[in-house]
């Protein structure tokens, strides 16, 4: 029988472990190698005027989003930039000091989480690079290999992180928490953590994270 768990320590993605938002540079990078797709770009602005009379539900922004770039796309060429947008976040676009504090949770044998709203698309693929125990992050359908865009569950943000974290200790009960994040909205689930870190956030997210009695740091 092996040995329960005893830390946990979850990491947000963008923002945190990364220098800036991924799923922009994802699409982006789809874009580029797969020209054709730029004549459906038009429909951007209108997903974003959507997205204000939605109530700035972030959740139908990024399925619209996603959907506009690549909506009917085979899995195998989504896939095969998706490994190669991991390996070149691994190598250019993770902060040194995330990627240590990462490592030392990992030697010390902690049970160590990526919790992301970014997509399923590319996320595991860098989760299974960084060698990451569980990765928890935004679903998108296929259907019958080729991506319909749509999305199979909550948006990893916010309240639905929390979610995610109570999930977590229901799971590890015996387990003491820690978990990074950078943005306001991820102050919901750090509150929730026994070892609470805001990293890399902007002057209104830490002067709540100070009220919630929380760390700050910035993380190079």
């Not at 195998?76 to 995330?98: N, S």
């Not at 010390?108 to 860098?126: E, H, N, Q, R, T």
């Given at each position: 029988?092996?040995?329960?768990?005893?830390?946990?320590?979850?990491?947000?993605?963008?923002g945190t472990?990364?220098?800036?938002?991924?799923?922009?540079?994802?699409?982006?990078?789809?874009?580029?190698?797969?020209?054709?797709?730029?004549?459906?770009?038009?429909?951007?602005?209108?997903?974003?005027?959507?997205?204000?009379?939605?109530?700035?539900?972030?959740?139908?922004?990024?399925?619209?989003?996603?959907?506009?770039?690549?909506?009917?796309?085979?899995?195998?060429?989504?896939?095969?930039?998706?490994?190669?947008?991991?390996?070149?976040?691994?190598?250019?676009?993770?902060r040194p000091?995330?990627?240590?504090?990462?490592?030392?949770?990992?030697?010390?044998?902690?049970?160590?989480?990526?919790?992301?709203?970014?997509?399923?698309?590319?996320?595991?693929?860098?989760?299974?690079?960084?060698?990451?125990?569980?990765?928890?992050?935004?679903?998108?359908?296929?259907?019958?290999?080729?991506?319909?865009?749509?999305?199979?569950?909550?948006?990893?943000?916010?309240?639905?992180?929390?979610?995610?974290?109570?999930?977590?200790?229901?799971?590890?009960?015996?387990?003491?928490?820690?978990?990074?994040?950078?943005?306001?909205?991820?102050?919901?689930?750090?509150?929730?953590?026994?070892?609470?870190?805001?990293?890399?956030?902007?002057?209104?997210?830490?002067?709540?994270?100070?009220?919630?009695?929380?760390?700050?740091?910035?993380?190079?």
């Amino acid at each position: 029988m092996s040995d329960p768990i005893t830390r946990v320590a979850v990491f947000d993605l963008d923002g945190t472990l990364t220098w800036r938002d991924t799923l922009v540079g994802f699409l982006l990078g789809y874009v580029r190698r797969h020209p054709a797709r730029v004549v459906r770009l038009w429909r951007v602005p209108c997903a974003l005027g959507g997205y204000v009379l939605s109530g700035f539900d972030r959740g139908l922004l990024k399925q619209q989003v996603i959907q506009i770039f690549m909506r009917g796309d085979d899995r195998g060429r989504i896939d095969a930039w998706g490994r190669m947008f991991a390996e070149q976040t691994l190598r250019r676009g993770c902060r040194p000091a995330a990627l240590d504090a990462l490592r030392k949770h990992q030697q010390a044998g902690d049970f160590v989480v990526l919790l992301s709203a970014s997509p399923d698309l590319y996320v595991p693929k860098i989760g299974m690079l960084l060698g990451v125990d569980r990765i928890i992050c935004t679903e998108v359908e296929y259907h019958e290999d080729r991506l319909t865009g749509t999305l199979t569950t909550a948006n990893r943000r916010g309240e639905e992180k929390l979610r995610c974290l109570q999930r977590l200790r229901s799971e590890f009960p015996a387990a003491t928490f820690s978990a990074y994040g950078n943005s306001g909205s991820d102050l919901m689930h750090l509150r929730d953590a026994d070892h609470p870190l805001l990293v890399n956030a902007n002057a209104g997210a830490r002067r709540q994270a100070r009220r919630l009695n929380i760390a700050t740091a910035n993380w190079t």
